[in-house]
Structure formats: C-alpha cells, structure tokens
C-alpha cells in the first residue's frame, strides 16, 4: 500500500480546506489500495477533522514536542491528540526559514512517537550539497541525528520522506532512477541502524515537485512507498490523478 500525503503548507483558507475535503471524500472509491493523508493548516485541520472521514487520513504540519507551557504561538502533541494521526517533522522549509537544526527534529520525532502520532520524517540534500557529492553524507547524518533513541518497535511507525531541497517547488523533481538510487541508500542505512526486516518494512516517500506526469515513472521504483507532495496536492484533479498513478 503506497502512502499518497499532500503537504498542503500555507494554502487555502478554511472554506478552501472544506470545499477541497467534500470534493475528494466524494472521490475515494478511486483511491485504491493507496493510503492518502492531507496535512492542512492547524484550523483547518480543526474544521476538516469534524468531517466523517474513513478513506482520508489526516495530518499536522508542525507541533512543538512540549506538552504545555509558555511557548507563544506553539501547538503540542496534546492540542493535536484526536484531529489527526500523522504528524510532519523536519520538512526543509522548517529546516531553512525556521531554522530547525536536527536534534530539534529529533526531540520532536521522539515526542511525536511517544505521544503515538506517525511522524513522516523529511530528510534531503541541497543543490550545492549534492554538486559537491555529499547527497548520502548528509542524508546518513540527518538519519542518524533525528532518529537518535528511536527504538526498533518505535521506528515502525515512522515513514521517512526524500526530499532534495533542490526539487521542492521547483520543477525540477528527481529522476526516478536518482531518486530510487538515493531510497536504497536510505534502505541500508535504516538496516544498519535496525534490522533488515524492519527497515525493508518501512515507508520511504519522495518529495520534490511531484505532478501527474512523473508519478508513474517514480511509483514504479521499488524503494519508492509513496510521495510527499505540495503544489499539486492543491487541485483536487491533479491530486486525484496522482493517486491514480499509484495504483
Ligand atoms: P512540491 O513540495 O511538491 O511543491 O515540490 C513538496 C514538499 O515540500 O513537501
């Protein structure tokens, strides 16, 4: 079962959010065997999460892994417990425009596992990061440093999202061969880190200007679980068709 998530960022007011639920809840005898999750802005995740929901799974953007206290303009996992499952952490623009360095992001994975949301663990490389050959370096050390104390049953509820910064919103997404070639790297490093077993279990996303026409080519990889996607997560139909490719 691929893992089809719109990382929906800061987009689409409330009525916006709802209008574009109703029209895919209407939708999901097409989803298949896929599971789709929407990652909306906190108040419409509020508004969204009233709606019945069996096939659409639903998911924050950002949380802060206190419970409670005086973080101004925070949202805990405890706000968040019961409007939604799944939770981003470590996306690149929390990394670059809110400067969220790795072990922010791994007490947040920490907090979110404990707190028995599913984190989606986004990790990638730079465009100058990858010139200069450092693309698995940098992905290794992300692994290594946001999933420190992970335990081997905790990591089962962990999917991890590739996302060069270079593709995200760009248009240049990755090939389907360099971007399997970078998720059986992750592979290894998750076997190292785990078991074979376990890593060979878990999801992988790539992220990175994915669009109705590369879906099918980046689906068909077999290290890739599932996508990550922004921009063309925001119109139902090109949405919808990118589910369809990952029949
Ligand atoms: P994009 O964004 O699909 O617009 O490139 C992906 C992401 O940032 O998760």
Request: charged share 25%.
């Amino acid at each position: 079962m691929n893992l089809i998530a719109a990382n929906w960022k800061m987009n689409k007011t409330v009525k916006e959010a709802l209008k574009f639920f109703n029209d895919l809840n209407s939708k999901t005898d097409e989803f298949a065997d896929n599971e789709v999750l929407i990652c909306p802005s906190f108040l419409a995740l509020s508004e969204i999460s009233k709606i019945k929901h069996e096939k659409i799974k639903l998911g924050a953007q950002n949380f802060y892994f206190e419970d409670s206290g005086a973080y101004t303009g925070e949202t805990s996992l405890l706000i968040l417990k019961g409007f939604c499952e799944y939770v981003l952490v470590g996306h690149s623009e929390r990394r670059s425009i809110f400067k969220e360095p790795n072990q922010l992001v791994n007490k947040k994975v920490l907090a979110a596992l404990n707190h028995h949301f599913k984190p989606i663990l986004c990790i990638g490389e730079t465009g100058d990061e990858r010139q200069k050959n450092k693309t698995n370096e940098v992905l290794s050390q992300q692994l290594k440093a946001c999933l420190k104390g992970v335990s081997e049953n905790q990591i089962k509820n962990l999917v991890v999202a590739y996302e060069p910064v270079w593709a995200i919103g760009t248009g240049k997404n990755a090939t389907s061969a360099m971007a399997q070639e970078v998720h059986e790297f992750i592979r290894e490093v998750l076997t190292d880190m785990y078991s074979q077993t376990t890593a060979r279990q878990l999801k992988l996303l790539y992220g990175g200007s994915v669009k109705p026409d590369n879906a099918k080519d980046l689906i068909a990889q077999e290290d890739i679980n599932g996508f990550l996607i922004g921009g063309a997560s925001l119109e139902v139909e090109s949405f919808v068709e990118i589910i369809n490719a990952a029949k």
